[in-house]
């Protein structure tokens, strides 16, 4: 019986080095500052690694003493699904990796989704191999950002929570935003409004949860930034329409589901069925929307006008009137101000700007 080859041993750089007789700092060199070393010598050095069969420096190694993990972390509080199925958070995370691209980083997605425990995604957050973070719409009582800060890396906020003491954040003016969409809406003659709106809060009701309509309380203390200055928006151009705001139908979704936006409209025509504009603080719940209604015969914009937020490529082809924001640019400046912060040292907020888009989902009521 003939008795297996003795396994080879693993290369290594002292290996290596001996094998070429060259320098450990020669090897590492070839890999990490290649300029430092003749194009032919570089290559002799590649090209004997892969005959022996060695990896390359060990990166946590070089992390380890280098002090630099060479990425950035994303945190997301959504399902980690939603950075790639959400056509807004796409873009931005697109813009984002551009940014990090540029700089020669990576980018690590944080999970930290509702299905975690708290102690679950607080360990993921203090164990990420990262150089600093970037904070995605948050809640405003969100237990990672005070885990993130932990850290003591540098931290930027992408739209909410606001006014983080000592972090830099880049945003857009939701309010106005909205309370401009909203003007131009009621200007058309809409009295009788509805608002689909994502989840106001970080409780998560069971998958599957059915959209609700949000209650005087509930509107009282949404911990969701970004939603309640959509909704304050909606009130603004109301009041001053001589609108009582209190009559504006409001529903919240739990989920981004494809079907997320048709079972909010089919409760908030439930709650009024004299609806005639259905406002919605995302494309993604507009589009939905129309899919539903479109399947129940109800025409748009003749006999319901529907309107979005935020101008995904899909919103604008199907003619959705809506606010388009700079979503790429959001996460490209997040990254830039990560990479390159201040020369001050102090945090700054820049907001972007935005655009009201007149599409073909907008009418005068029936």
Known sequence: MSRSPTP????????LAAELKV???????????????????????????????????????????????????????EPLNYSFSDPAALDFVAGLAESCEEAGQGLLLVAI??????????????AAGVDGFVVYSASDDDPYLPVVQQRHLPVVVVDQPKDVPGLSRVGIDDRDAMRRLAEYVVGLGHTE????????????PHPGSRPTVADPERLGM????????????????????????ASLTVVESYEHLPTSGGAA????????????????TADVLALSAMDYLRAKGVYVPGQMTVTGFDGVPEALRRGLTTVAQPSIEKGRRAGQLLHRPPRSGLPVVEMLDTEVVRGRTSAPPA
Not at 194 to 204: G, K, Y
Request: net charge positive; charged share 25%; aromatic share 4%.
């Open 8 to 15: 080879r041993r693993r290369a290594t750089l002292a290996s």
């Open 23 to 77: 320098s450990r700092t020669t090897i590492s060199n070839a890999y990490n500052r290649p300029d430092q070393l003749s194009a032919d010598l570089r290559e002799r050095v590649l090209a004997t690694a892969k005959r022996m069969g060695y990896p390359g420096p060990d990166p946590v190694a070089r992390s380890l003493r280098t002090r630099k993990a060479g990425a950035v972390g994303l945190m997301i509080t």
């Open 113 to 126: 989704g509702p299905n975690r425990t708290v102690g679950d995604g607080s360990a993921a957050v203090l």
């Open 193 to 204: 409004i509805a608002l689909l709106t994502m989840r106001l809060d970080r409780d998560w």
């Open 222 to 245: 949404p911990h969701f930034h970004v939603q309640r200055e959509r909704i304050q928006g909606v009130y603004d151009a109301m009041t001053a329409a001589g609108l009582d705001p």
């Open 265 to 280: 409209a089919e409760v908030a025509l439930e709650a009024n069925p004299r609806v005639t504009a259905l406002m919605c």
